[in-house]
């Protein structure tokens, strides 16, 4: 025992707590690899095979892939995902607006904070029904107000072009959990920097552009990318709601993958779907990410 | 204190070990069975009081029964296929993939042979087994069947100046009364529509559609060269009556009333009871439906129309039963579907008013204690005469339907003319056809 010790000590401590660590991680590990990994690697293996699951995998190369190229429905259910993305800067500026609204000091502040979050802990499935009621054509309350003011309703889910914008509205009516990152982030900027403001003659909108948006960015870029994956991966509404049309309009992609996985036993052709988006998104995503260093602002310590 | 807790944990694992042991003993004495429906809620408690029944009878099988929900069962039923770990039996909607037969269940013919006056194809209606085949070979028994004919409702015919004794026969009459029973309001939405299409004009579905064809001296494949007719004149000509219909009453104003109708029920139930469709074309499990929720509607039935150059065809689409393949407990499950095909299938049919598959099924006395057993009798055994299987045998019937479905929607909402859709569809199809018996 002595000085020249202590050194391998500290060592064998620091191995000790690594050890500890990963033990600690190992469950969380274990569930990764067996419900992350090894899906997402045997998924690249079958986008490369004719499987229908009762059969052996067979391989056939890069035949999924060409054959989803020169798919029509493939492109469609892309294109129809993509529109259906402009519902996330909507679900954005509403969530925004709302959040603003309720950061003001009003009576009733907790109540109304509740009311507008309670729409996202109901079920999607119960929410379809939903909405499939509130924008029937014929019997909807929706048509039936618009009816009222001499404004001949659309056919919003029977209607080619109107079937799109009827989900993106629904999608608009859960924007609760974007509104709370929004609001917590509100009430992480210093109070001062508005105090300093108005001693100066800022106006409200001075004050929103100047100091509240550029402090809320880091909150605008988690919403959006968030956003951004879960409008790519829209699947339960149309499937309750629409199964895809009316003429195709609401295939989108996932539902399509879902369709050539289960209705059609076509699993090969539905891992190359997946696997297609997985990179659609994770573009998107990089993209987004790397633009952030020239609108992201984070506080006290300007761009990161 | 260490000394009791570790005397505690003792006791509790000696007393769970006895528990586990007499559990299994009282299980040995019984071999269990699993089996998997669709029915749920209310027909889900239904089918296991069933399942009681046969449990009480045969007391050295034990069958307990899981609920899937429709859209599940095929992707779970191949899932658990493929793990080796099936149920014993499952009852199917509908039909599937019968290419897929040989690879999911177990063939049938042997034990049928043993049970030949029981089982054997005289003792069902004609068509039927044609479902549960492929290439010949038995994989499954029917539950039950179906059959149509064309439900009317008497006062809104008289009201609109057609006779209710003699309802629509050829296509001509349909579309003559289709049109006088269409009623808009005035901002031109259907509120009551004359005759509505099974399949309507968004799927074609397989089980429903073809038929359309059949009537007009139609087929949709030739099972012996193994080529598809698509483009026969025949189908060309049905096509493009169908699609006469669409435009007749306009595609978007059929999708309004048909998305109205099914917020408010997904299938359409009480609608020709509230007077929102006129002539539908459905079964005997209507006539239930009609009797509980609205008993007083003033209806009959006919038989579907079709063509006069062509002929009277119901039809016969089955629930059937398969034991799947990898099942460890073949003569047990065997004995419950031949079972469930006779004597199970009686308390259901005469209990629901469906379609029986067998005739001493439908010689069962107690379908004559039915309300409208007049109207039950015409469809269940009258036209069920002019039944017949829909493709049958045909290998990759979800492919047809995917593919078939993208040019039907084209056609109905007067985007592409029938003759093209056909002469697309037929080149897509035959390939399709011509790469499943490369691979066999």
Not at chain 1, 74 to 90: D, G
């Amino acid at each position: 025992m002595g000085r020249e010790n202590k050194p391998k000590m500290k060592m064998r401590n620091r191995t000790r707590e690594a050890v500890e660590g990963y033990l600690f991680a190992l469950p969380w590990l274990v569930g990764l690899s067996i419900f992350i990994l090894y899906p997402f690697i045997a998924n690249i293996f079958y986008s490369f095979t004719e499987y229908n699951i009762i059969e052996p995998p067979v391989w056939v190369g890069i035949d999924n892939y060409r054959v989803l190229m020169h798919d029509s429905l493939f492109w469609k259910s892309l294109y129809n995902t993509i529109y259906y993305s402009a519902v996330v800067p909507l679900q954005l500026i509403i969530a925004l607006l709302l959040a603003l609204l309720l950061n003001q000091k009003v009576k009733g502040q907790r109540y109304f904070r509740t009311l507008f979050y309670l729409p996202v802990l109901v079920p999607l499935v119960a929410s379809s029904i939903l909405w499939q009621w509130m924008l029937s054509p014929n019997y909807g309350l929706v048509n039936s107000l618009l009816y009222k003011i001499g404004i001949n309703g659309p056919g919003w889910f029977a209607s080619e072009s109107w079937s799109k914008p009827a989900l993106i509205l629904m999608g608009t009516w859960t924007v609760g959990g974007a509104m709370i990152i929004f609001l917590a982030t509100l009430q992480d900027i210093p109070r001062v920097l508005y105090e300093a403001a108005e001693m100066d003659g800022a106006t409200v909108f001075k004050k929103l552009f100047h100091i509240t948006l550029p402090l809320l960015t880091p909150a605008i870029f988690f919403n959006l990318i968030m956003g951004i994956i879960a409008s790519f991966q829209v699947f339960t509404q149309a499937y309750v709601i629409t199964d895809g049309g009316p003429m195709y309009s609401t295939t989108f992609y996932v539902l399509y993958l879902y369709n050539n996985a289960f209705r059609f036993f076509r699993m090969g052709r539905a891992s190359a779907m997946a696997l297609i988006l997985f990179i659609v998104i994770f573009t998107i995503t990089l993209f987004i990410v790397k633009t952030a260093s020239k609108w992201v602002y984070y506080e006290a310590g300007g761009r990161k | 204190m260490k000394k009791r807790v570790v005397s505690f944990l003792v006791v509790l694992v000696i007393c769970g070990l006895t528990v586990f042991s007499l559990a299994s003993a009282n299980g040995n004495a019984a071999v269990k069975i699993n089996y998997w429906f669709s029915w749920g809620g209310f027909w889900g408690k239904q089918h296991q009081e069933i399942l009681s029944a046969f449990n009480k009878t045969h007391p050295e099988i034990k069958v307990t029964g899981l609920t899937v929900p429709y859209n599940e069962m095929i992707p779970k039923l191949l899932t658990a296929i493929a793990a080796g770990a099936p149920p014993d039996m499952v009852t199917i909607f509908g039909g599937t993939n019968a290419g897929l037969y040989e690879k999911m269940f177990t063939r049938l013919d042997d034990f049928v042979k043993q049970n030949e006056e029981t089982m054997g194809p005289q003792n069902w209606f004609p068509g039927v087994l044609e479902y549960v085949k492929f290439e010949g070979k038995l994989y499954g028994l029917p539950w039950v069947s179906s059959s149509e004919g064309l439900f009317y409702r008497v006062d809104l015919l008289r009201e609109a100046g057609l006779d209710p004794q003699n309802p629509p026969k050829y296509w001509r009459d349909l579309e003559v009364a289709s049109e006088k029973l269409t009623k808009k309001n005035e901002q031109g939405q259907i509120t009551t529509l004359g005759f509505l299409f099974p399949g309507d004009i968004r799927t074609f579905d397989t089980n429903w559609v073809p038929y359309w064809f059949y009537r007009n001296n139609g087929r949709l494949w030739d099972p012996e060269k193994k080529k598809m007719t698509l483009t026969d004149p025949e189908n060309i000509e049905t096509l493009e009556w169908l699609a006469s219909w669409a435009r007749k009453n306009g595609p978007e104003e059929i999708e309004r009333f048909l998305v109205s109708a099914e917020a408010v029920n997904p299938e359409m139930e009480g609608w020709f009871e509230q007077g929102k469709l006129a002539m539908t074309v459905s079964g005997p499990w209507s006539i239930g439906h009609i009797t509980e929720n609205a008993p007083n509607t003033d209806y009959d039935v006919t038989m579907v129309p079709y063509p006069e150059s062509g002929k009277p065809v119901t039809t016969n689409y089955i629930d059937a039963m398969y034991i799947p393949r990898g099942n460890k407990n073949l003569q047990e499950a065997w004995t419950f579907i031949s079972w469930m095909a006779t004597e199970g299938t009686t308390i259901w049919s005469t209990k629901f008013g469906e379609v029986p598959a067998r005739y001493d099924v439908a010689a069962s006395p107690d379908f004559e204690k039915m309300s409208r057993y007049d109207l039950f009798k015409k469809i269940a055994v009258d036209y069920h005469k002019y039944g017949k299987a829909s493709l049958p045998g045909f290998p990759i019937r979800t492919i047809l339907r995917d593919q078939a479905t993208r040019y039907y929607q084209q056609v109905m909402h007067l985007k592409m003319s029938p003759k093209d859709a056909l002469e697309e569809l037929q080149v897509v199809m035959q390939k399709e056809l011509d790469k499943f018996y490369e691979k066999r």
